[in-house]
């Protein structure tokens, strides 16, 4: 059974850096793309960062391009998500997820929650002074 178990979240001041740490367990076949998404109160789950597993590029939403970085060691079984510069409107519940299948993909993008079919439990990032 794939467990995907966030953590690193809190509460840190506009401009500050918090890294957030995804670590994965339970893998019996490949994964298309590891991700990380998040929702704000009152929006909807939006994708973040992901790393697509067969070459390992990484996309971004255009919001968080240059000041957020994600990356993955395998020998942990673990991705992260680095975050600086962070704005007020970072704040939301942040969530990895994995895609295993390119079909899915395919129909609903890289970023898409569609594409998603394991997910954590969340940690909340609140960015506040």
């Known amino acids: 059974q794939v467990q995907l178990a966030e953590s690193g979240g809190g509460l840190v001041q506009p401009g500050g850096s918090l890294r957030l740490s995804c670590a994965a367990s339970?893998?019996?076949?490949?994964?298309?793309?590891i991700g990380w998404f998040r929702q704000a109160p009152g929006k909807e789950r939006e994708g973040v960062s992901c790393?697509?597993?067969?070459?390992?590029?990484?996309y971004y939403k255009d919001s968080v391009k240059g000041r957020f970085t994600i990356s993955r060691d395998n020998a942990k079984n673990t991705v992260y998500l680095q975050m600086n510069s962070l704005k007020p409107e970072d704040t939301a519940v942040y969530y990895c997820?994995?895609?295993?299948?390119?079909?899915?993909?395919?129909?609903?993008?890289?970023?898409?929650?569609?594409?998603?079919?394991?997910w954590g439990q969340g940690t909340q990032v609140t960015v506040s002074s």
């Open positions: 997820a994995i895609a295993t299948s390119g079909l899915q993909i395919g129909i609903h993008g890289l970023l898409a929650p569609k594409a998603y079919a394991y």
């Open positions: 339970g893998f019996t076949l490949d994964y298309y793309a």
């Open positions: 790393i697509r597993s067969s070459d390992i590029t990484t």
